[in-house]
Every structure is written in structure tokens, then in C-alpha cells.
């Protein structure tokens, strides 16, 4: 008899118990934002590298822009992106981290490989649509999640992606954390965008409704649960 289908141990539940309503305090002290100018330079580097201006250009998710990706695309496939790993190595104290309950981030980070989805972009106005994506995913300086071409591999074979990885000179930058210590922070975290719990739950939710299982993070739900019930 064939096995049914994975029962996460986070949920919704646990979500509401970790929430708390919390006004966004801005930018946490020490750490200056991107400029208008800031971002248009990273827009006009990323264009002038793009290694197929002719081809439709495609953007790499590994995270939430998978489940909220807030920009036009064109479809979806999975693909593998080698080299990188998931990682929560981004500490936050903004979006869903605060001052008082801190938060980490996913980001990519070297080693291993990646399972995601492959966006294809709108051929118009590309300029604008990156302005709006950077703004997305990094906001201060240094910059946190770098953008860069990568190499994805697809079934259809291997194709050029823009890819956000961790800029590990980022003072954000936590390091190879255990579960357990990822664990503890999202199980506790929550900024004005909501917990870190729910960050996850979205995550391993849209992950597996697509048939990628991503065992670390599978991992991590379990342990997050855990100590969301533990404090109960």
C-alpha cells in the first residue's frame, strides 16, 4: 500500500500562537538603506551581464518569492540550481524579525544544491521589473542578497537564471547555524510582516505542493513545532 501524502507537524496553529502585532521601526540602527541611486547601478550591472538578452529571461525562486513573488511572470518550472543551498543565514530585525524578537531569513548559500522554480520574465520594460524585484530583496548596505547569473538545470536542460545568494561580508550574514538554533529563532520571531514560523510553514507548504521535498527543512518544521508546543 502506497504511502499518503507528508503530514507537517507546523501549522497555521502554531503560527497564530507565535504572532504578535508589531509596528514596523524602519531600518535598525547601524545599518544605512540602498539609495535610488544604489539601486539603478545594481540594475544597470545586472543588464549589462545578462548573458542572453535575446532569450527570455529567467528568475530563479528558492524561497518566498515562490509562494509571493510580486512581479509579472510568465509560468513556472522546477529546476535544480548545484552549488547552493538553502540556508536561514540572514538575520533580521525588520520584516519578520524585530528588535525584540529577532528573526533569520533564507538565503543562498555555497555547497550542496537547490530544488526551485524557474519564472520567465516579461520581455518589456525589464529595467523596471528589476527595480522592483532588488527593492524586494535587499534593502540595505552592504547588501545581503547579491544578484547574479547562475547556471539552473532544468528538464529541458541547462538555462541562464538571475539568482539572489548571500553575501557573506553582510554583517546579516549568521553563519552555518544547527536546526536547533534556527529552530529556536523561528519559533519565536515575528516582525510586522508576520513570524518566522509562517515563513517556513509557506515555504515547505509551496515546496512540497510542487513534489520538492526539501528534508532540512522538513526537518526544521518539526523541530519548530516542537518548541512552539513545548512553550505552550
Same mark, same amino acid.
Given at each position: $500500500?502506497?504511502?499518503?501524502?507528508?503530514v507537517?507537524?507546523?501549522?497555521?496553529?502554531?503560527?497564530?500562537?507565535?504572532?504578535?502585532e508589531?509596528?514596523?521601526?524602519? !531600518?535598525?540602527? %547601524?545599518?544605512?538603506?540602498?539609495?535610488? !541611486?544604489?539601486?539603478?547601478?545594481?540594475?544597470d550591472?545586472?543588464?549589462?551581464?545578462?548573458p542572453?538578452?535575446?532569450?527570455p529571461t529567467?528568475?530563479?525562486?528558492?524561497g518566498?518569492?515562490?509562494?509571493r513573488?510580486?512581479?509579472?511572470?510568465?509560468?513556472?518550472?522546477?529546476?535544480?540550481?548545484? /552549488?547552493?543551498?538553502?540556508?536561514?543565514?540572514?538575520?533580521?530585525?525588520?520584516?519578520?524579525?524585530?528588535?525584540?524578537?529577532?528573526?533569520? $531569513? $533564507?538565503?543562498?548559500?555555497? %555547497? %550542496?544544491?537547490c530544488?526551485?522554480?524557474?519564472?520567465?520574465?516579461?520581455?518589456a520594460?525589464?529595467?523596471?521589473?528589476?527595480? !522592483?524585484?532588488f527593492r524586494?530583496?535587499f534593502?540595505?548596505?552592504?547588501?545581503?542578497?547579491?544578484?547574479?547569473?547562475l547556471?539552473?538545470?532544468?528538464?529541458? /536542460?541547462?538555462?541562464?537564471?538571475?539568482?539572489?545568494? *548571500?553575501?557573506?561580508?553582510?554583517?546579516?550574514?549568521? /553563519?552555518?547555524?544547527?536546526?536547533?538554533?534556527?529552530?529556536?529563532?523561528?519559533?519565536?520571531?515575528?516582525?510586522?510582516?508576520?513570524?518566522?514560523?509562517?515563513?517556513?510553514?509557506?515555504?515547505?507548504?509551496?515546496?512540497?505542493?510542487? /513534489? *520538492?521535498?526539501?528534508?532540512g527543512?522538513?526537518?526544521? !518544521?518539526?523541530?519548530?513545532?516542537?518548541?512552539?508546543?513545548?512553550r505552550?
Open positions: $500500500m502506497a504511502d499518503g501524502p507528508r507537517l507537524s507546523l501549522t497555521p496553529g502554531h503560527v497564530a500562537r507565535v504572532h504578535r508589531i509596528k514596523d521601526g524602519g !531600518q535598525p540602527a %547601524g545599518l544605512l538603506p540602498q539609495t535610488d !541611486q544604489d539601486y539603478a547601478e545594481w540594475v550591472r545586472i543588464l549589462a551581464s545578462h542572453a538578452p535575446d532569450r529567467q528568475l530563479f525562486a528558492y518566498s518569492l515562490i509562494w513573488p510580486e512581479i509579472d511572470h510568465r509560468g513556472e518550472q522546477c529546476a535544480r540550481l548545484p /552549488g547552493w543551498r538553502r540556508s536561514f543565514c540572514l538575520r533580521q530585525w525588520r520584516f519578520r524579525g524585530s528588535p525584540e524578537y529577532p528573526g533569520l $531569513m $533564507m538565503s543562498l548559500d555555497r %555547497g %550542496g544544491e530544488e526551485g522554480v524557474l519564472f520567465e520574465l516579461p520581455k520594460d525589464l529595467e523596471a521589473q528589476f527595480h !522592483q524585484l524586494r530583496e534593502t540595505v548596505k552592504p547588501i545581503t542578497n547579491i544578484p547574479t547569473w547556471r539552473v538545470e532544468t528538464g529541458d /536542460g541547462p538555462v541562464n537564471a538571475l539568482v539572489f545568494v *548571500m553575501n557573506r561580508e553582510s554583517p546579516q550574514y549568521a /553563519g552555518d547555524l544547527t536546526p536547533g538554533e534556527v529552530a529556536d529563532v523561528l519559533s519565536q520571531s515575528c516582525g510586522h510582516l508576520g513570524t518566522g514560523a509562517e515563513y517556513l510553514l509557506n515555504t515547505v507548504t509551496q515546496l512540497e505542493a510542487r /513534489g *520538492m521535498h526539501d528534508e527543512l522538513w526537518l526544521l !518544521q518539526e523541530l519548530v513545532a516542537q518548541r512552539i508546543d513545548a505552550s
